[in-house]
């Protein structure tokens, strides 16, 4: 690895870091100016002003916005994100209890979408201009200009409630079998796979047809190279950057996307705890799960540079 290359990629981690800095003052201060008071939520609405008072001490509201920031991020990078509002318990045992459901629902996503719209992109991409092409490309373009949360709904309203295949709540606790998993996870993973695989194939297959417009792929054909050598073997290597962004950036589409899901079918996990915390006014739990999502959404998108500029041959090549 060159010189410039290692600059490169610490000028990227440093810039995430950066960036996710930036990202927790933003979270801070939109969470701050939600209305209503954590202290009178808690107490209800007979709390006299004294016990008012003594809560909001308690709890460090009654200090200045930048003393507090200053205390929620030390708290937020030693591990301890504080305590819930509503149930008394600690925000990290809360978000622990949800995590691995969110992180199943996102790693059984990902394994069906990526493979998918990759093939079908670099299929448009070796076959464009033919009737699979127009085909594809049409239908990704159809699924893009519908938001996730009609998806599902037309998802429950046909296989939940017309053809009755498919159960309309995903209670994955409940599920004693693999049939009875599959069928729990089927819809939410046929909503979020949708729309990340449409736009995925879409930025796969902008990126191969870019490659193959290039001058040395029209060197490349002179020399007698198959169609599907030349994409796969020439082409395709060249356009990993490009793949891995719209790989990056498609999987950050499915952070908004779980948050819709998962309180439509009423699924376990992360986004359905940090619904809950908005509508009760739980701060602490809002706050660390937007920048859990925050977090994951900027460790993708860095991911993506790093690669990218590993990948690069004039980089790697001087």
Not at 13 to 22: G, P
Not at 89 to 98: F, L, T
Not at 138 to 143: E, P, R
Request: charged fraction near 10%.
């Amino acid at each position: 690895m060159n010189l410039l290359i290692l600059r490169l990629l610490l000028s990227r981690l440093a810039l995430a870091c950066v960036s996710l800095l930036v990202v927790s003052a933003v979270v801070f201060t939109i969470t701050d100016l939600l209305p209503g008071d954590a202290a009178a939520a808690q107490l209800g609405q007979e709390a006299t002003v004294e016990s008012l008072a003594a809560l909001r001490h308690q709890m460090g509201l009654d200090l200045p916005a930048p003393q507090r920031y200053a205390r929620w991020l030390t708290g937020m990078l030693s591990g301890d994100p504080g305590q819930s509002i509503v149930s008394g318990k600690p925000v990290g045992e809360m978000i622990g209890k949800r995590l691995p459901a969110s992180l199943l629902l996102a790693a059984i996503t990902s394994a069906i979408a990526v493979p998918l719209a990759l093939a079908l992109g670099i299929a448009s991409a070796m076959w464009r201009g033919s009737w699979f092409d127009r085909l594809a490309s049409s239908g990704a373009v159809a699924v893009v200009s519908v938001p996730e949360f009609l998806v599902a709904t037309l998802a429950v309203l046909l296989f939940a409630v017309q053809l009755r295949w498919l159960p309309a709540l995903s209670y994955t606790n409940a599920a004693s079998s693999l049939t009875d998993m599959l069928r729990a996870f089927a819809m939410p993973v046929m909503s979020l796979c949708c729309v990340t695989m449409a736009q995925m194939m879409r930025m796969t297959r902008a990126a191969v047809v870019d490659q193959l417009k290039a001058p040395y792929i029209e060197m490349v054909r002179l020399k007698g190279a198959s169609p599907t050598r030349m994409v796969l073997a020439h082409a395709l290597p060249n356009a990993i950057g490009p793949i891995v962004n719209a790989v990056a950036l498609s999987l950050s589409y499915l952070l908004g996307g779980v948050i819709i899901v998962e309180t439509i079918f009423n699924y376990p996990g992360i986004a359905s705890l940090m619904v809950d915390g908005v509508t009760q006014r739980d701060i602490p739990l809002v706050q660390t799960c937007a920048m859990l999502f925050c977090a994951v959404y900027l460790l993708l998108v860095t991911l993506a540079d790093l690669v990218s500029i590993v990948a690069n041959p004039r980089l790697r090549h001087r």
